[in-house]
């Protein structure tokens, strides 16, 4: 068990439709990531918050969206949902240990647009 | 733009048989080149973060290393439960500091 959660493991929803996923990191990180892995396109970086503030980004459609809460939980908001956009998704978070930034993965959210 | 290419994209070994993965990257500036391990439906889990050229980290069977355009993880000596896919990833220095992964090895480790 890593200490990151992830709600709802599972979710299955039609297209054109909007979702909220749910992470809630390890008592102490202040950093939370976003990953989207899909079988065609393996482990896609999407964004990174940093205690609330937006730190770094990858290839996030405009569609989808994340905030992070003052208790440092936080959600990925997924929008116009389309076939495509089925994939697991992966919430991580960090902290220091040393000089190591040690990335710690949920179990993830396995989402399913019909 | 970041690339993260690793090879092979599958391994099959003996148990007791030591390989190498590799890892090779172009990225601007490297903050970071993180190693994980995925087993099926599961969340990735982290095994090491190597920083500089020249840098080692080893953990029971595993060995990383790293120089300027790629890295390795050694696998000495592997168990039927090393079977899993390897991750290798890079986090970019300066700006926004984009996490790019690479496909991924499956190892699968026979008895």
């Known amino acids: 068990d890593s200490g990151v959660t992830q709600t709802p493991k599972h979710l299955i929803t039609a297209t054109g439709q909007r979702v909220t996923l749910r992470c809630s990191p390890r008592s102490g990180d202040l950093s939370v990531y976003w990953y989207q892995q899909s079988l065609d396109q393996g482990l896609q970086f999407l964004i990174q918050?940093?205690?609330?503030?937006?730190?770094a980004k990858g290839n996030i459609l405009e569609r989808f969206s994340a905030q992070q809460f003052p208790d440092l939980h936080s959600e990925l908001n997924l929008s116009s949902l389309e076939l495509g956009d089925s994939a697991l998704y992966f919430c991580a978070s960090s902290g220091r240990t040393g000089l190591e930034e040690t990335q710690y993965f949920g179990p993830g959210t396995r989402l399913l647009v019909l | 733009e970041d690339q993260v290419t690793q090879s092979p994209e599958a391994l099959r070994l003996q148990e007791g048989e030591s390989s190498s993965l590799n890892c090779s990257y172009t990225?601007?500036?490297?903050?970071?080149l993180f190693w994980y391990r995925q087993d099926p439906g599961k969340g990735p889990e982290f095994l090491f973060t190597l920083y500089s050229a020249g840098e080692e980290k080893e953990k029971e069977r595993l060995k990383a290393t790293l120089t300027k355009k790629e890295s390795f993880l050694h696998i000495t000596a592997p168990k039927p439960e090393d079977s899993a896919t390897y991750l290798c990833a890079v986090q970019e220095s300066g700006g926004y500091q984009k996490v790019t992964f690479g496909t991924g090895t499956k190892l699968q480790v026979i008895p």
């Open positions: 990225v601007s500036g490297l903050r970071g």
């Open positions: 918050y940093y205690n609330g503030e937006e730190r």
